[in-house]
């Protein structure tokens, strides 16, 4: 629908209707001549609401391509309505936007021109006097430069109107394509979130019970106390991961702070390292306790693993988290340290902490966490 047209079809339907009007009701024109003028202004009203109206173009095409053989049909019946009654001429008020809202800007500078000057023919052909011709003809220079002023500016509007329509499509294609960058980025982001918290639990888990199925392996015929113990700790590590990944598929966070205290956890996971735990904090949001809980089990993982260490410390006092061991330590170049201590570290960014790990060889590590207050 072209609801920008609405405005001038009720500005030209009144002018055509009260012009109409005006002249079934004069008694100074003959019926006959009276009814032709006002058939040929109904003509016009038809023309425009079912020619002139779809040839116009919609708010946010460029130009209008509208025929010239509306403003050819536009003008010869103007000119009949003029013909029959001089009265008609009124009507050029509300004819003379009609080829500015079809026409491109030259042929509807043309017709309006004609449907101003169409008033001077008709006075010829009645023989009115030269009085009568200055007076129509000064009318129509002033009717052509009021049309030329109304089609600047609807032209003008129109530009202005289509440009602000080209403008807010770029606007939402540049948001779309914002929206999509950011949801990229977002996929982006998760999926290396996940890849860190997979890496912390179920890698983890899995590579111990690796481990406990080696030594269960070899104790089988050797120490079978020792075999059911380590086979006791092979079932545990399993449940575990199944609670992780049973976690990771319902909100993503760690199955030991599910209505536990942080501090019960870190006790927890510091006694199954055999590392001493000390807490002295308080609440933390869920978001903060869950990197403070994967940095505990990566740092305690890598103890495991690596350090060959025979005390560890797990420490929480305000906003700083703290493992310390005594083990052989390493080599702390520019580019040293494995996948986990890139995700730890990635994993602090998230929540603006920052990561700090001291070590060195024969030094033992520390690793240290600063929450954010």
């Not at 130009?63 to 009124?90: D, K, P, Q, R």
Request: glycine share 8%.
């Amino acid at each position: 629908m072209k609801r920008w047209l609405w405005p001038w079809d009720a500005f030209g339907g009144t002018a055509l209707v009260v012009v109409a009007v005006s002249v079934a009701r004069n008694a100074e024109t003959s019926p006959a001549a009276r009814a032709v003028s006002v058939a040929a202004l109904a003509l016009i009203a038809a023309a425009w609401l079912f020619w002139g109206r779809r040839i116009a173009p919609h708010e946010d095409d460029d130009t209008a391509h509208g025929s010239v053989w509306f403003g050819v049909v536009l003008v010869a019946l103007f000119g009949i309505a003029v013909s029959a009654s001089e009265m008609s001429t009124f009507a050029l008020f509300g004819i003379a936007p009609m080829p500015f809202l079809c026409m491109p800007s030259r042929a509807a500078l043309v017709t309006a021109a004609a449907l101003n000057l169409t008033p001077l023919p008709v006075d010829v052909l009645h023989r009115a006097g030269w009085e009568e011709l200055r007076i129509d003809g000064g009318i129509a220079l002033l009717g052509l430069a009021f049309s030329a002023l109304l089609g600047t500016t609807i032209d003008r509007i129109s530009r202005e109107s289509r440009e602000r329509a080209r403008l807010i499509e770029e606007l939402e294609a540049s948001r779309a394509r914002v929206a999509a960058l950011s949801h990229d980025a977002g996929v982006t982001a998760e999926r290396a979130r996940l890849a860190a918290e997979i890496h912390d639990t179920l890698a983890q888990g899995f590579t111990s019970i690796v481990t406990l199925a080696q030594a269960i392996e070899s104790e089988l015929d050797t120490d079978r106390a020792a075999a059911d113990r380590h086979l006791a700790l092979v079932l545990r590590t399993a449940r575990e991961n199944l609670a992780e990944a049973r976690a990771m598929v319902t909100v993503l966070a760690p199955a030991d702070l599910h209505g536990r205290p942080l501090a019960e956890v870190l006790h927890r996971l510091a006694a199954s390292h055999g590392a001493q735990c000390h807490v002295e904090s308080g609440d933390f949001p869920t978001a903060v306790e869950v990197v403070i809980v994967r940095t505990v089990q990566e740092a305690l993982a890598n103890v495991r693993r690596h350090a060959r260490a025979t005390t560890v410390t797990v420490d929480l006092v305000g906003g700083r988290l703290t493992v310390s061991d005594d083990g052989i330590g390493f080599d702390q170049e520019p580019d040293h340290g494995g996948y986990g201590l890139r995700g730890m570290r990635a994993r602090a960014a998230q929540i603006g902490a920052r990561l700090t790990v001291t070590s060195a060889p024969g030094a033992g590590t520390t690793i240290e966490l600063d929450v954010p207050s």
